[in-house]
T-cell receptor, first 113, second 110 residues
Framework: AQSVTQLDSQVPVFEEAPVELRCNYS??????LFWYVQYPNQGLQLLLK??????LVESINGFEAEFNKSQTSFHLRKPSVHISDTAEYFC???????????FGKGTRLSVIA | DVKVTQSSRYLVKRTGEKVFLECVQD?????MFWYRQDPGLGLRLIYF???????EKGDIPEGYSVSREKKERFSLILESASTNQTSMYLC?????????FGPGTRLLVL
């Protein structure tokens, strides 16, 4: 079975500072990796995903994540955050060839002006 | 754009009531999912379906059932609601690797 650990439940950061949200996974088979974002009172939206190929993936709003197979990690980074990035971020994994996602418990990012 | 809609944003029910949560997607997706989201626990999979009239148990199916009579609609049923089923319920659909989520239904069971 797969599992996902998000090491920080809450991350406060000042506006324009860099941020890293950590995600580690456990699986005995190849996986796909995802980051979803949930803004207040909304459903989840896909932020970025790793399926294969380049281990560095980027989103349209400046986030990036790097798949590290040896460390079984998929940390999310942004070099300069905005107030509008305040949200809850979920890391998720699915087994290649199968679609149910296993989610981490989430990290609440709070950007402070 | 993919659109996943859920019948209610907020719902208040009494213990023992039968509760129906409806989810509709407009992209002809094969796969549909129901999750519940609780603070500190993330999202947990209740049931999913790969096709009409097919269903698979997820990680926490106890106390729930589902129905998929049409491809676009996936219903979650609480046969006899209990207070520990107070939660946010999220529906999702997918064709390939990416799941698309509805806005969620916040259910309060009194």
């Amino acid at each position: 079975a797969q599992s996902v650990t998000q090491l920080d439940s809450q991350v406060p950061v000042f506006e324009e500072a860099p941020v890293e949200l950590r995600c580690n996974y456990s699986s005995s088979v190849s996986v796909y990796l995802f980051w979803y974002v949930q803004y207040p009172n909304q459903g989840l939206q896909l932020l970025l995903k790793y399926l294969s190929g380049s281990t560095l993936v980027e989103s349209i709003n400046g986030f990036e994540a790097e798949f590290n197979k040896s460390q079984t990690s998929f940390h999310l980074r942004k070099p300069s955050v905005h107030i509008s990035d305040t949200a809850e971020y979920f890391c998720a994994v699915s087994v290649v060839g199968n679609t149910p996602l296993v989610f981490g418990k989430g990290t609440r990012l709070s950007v402070i002006a | 754009d993919v659109k996943v809609t859920q019948s209610s944003r907020y719902l208040v029910k009494r213990t023992g009531e039968k509760v129906f949560l409806e989810c509709v997607q407009d992209m002809d997706h094969e796969n549909m999912f129901w999750y519940r989201q609780d603070p500190g626990l993330g999202l947990r999979l209740i049931y999913f379906s790969y096709d009409v009239k097919m269903k698979e148990k997820g990680d926490i199916p106890e106390g729930y059932s589902v129905s998929r009579e049409k491809k676009e609609r996936f219903s979650l049923i609480l046969e006899s609601a209990s207070t520990n089923q107070t939660s946010m319920y999220l529906c999702a659909s997918s064709l390939g690797t990416t799941q698309y989520f509805g806005p969620g239904t916040r259910l309060l069971v009194l």
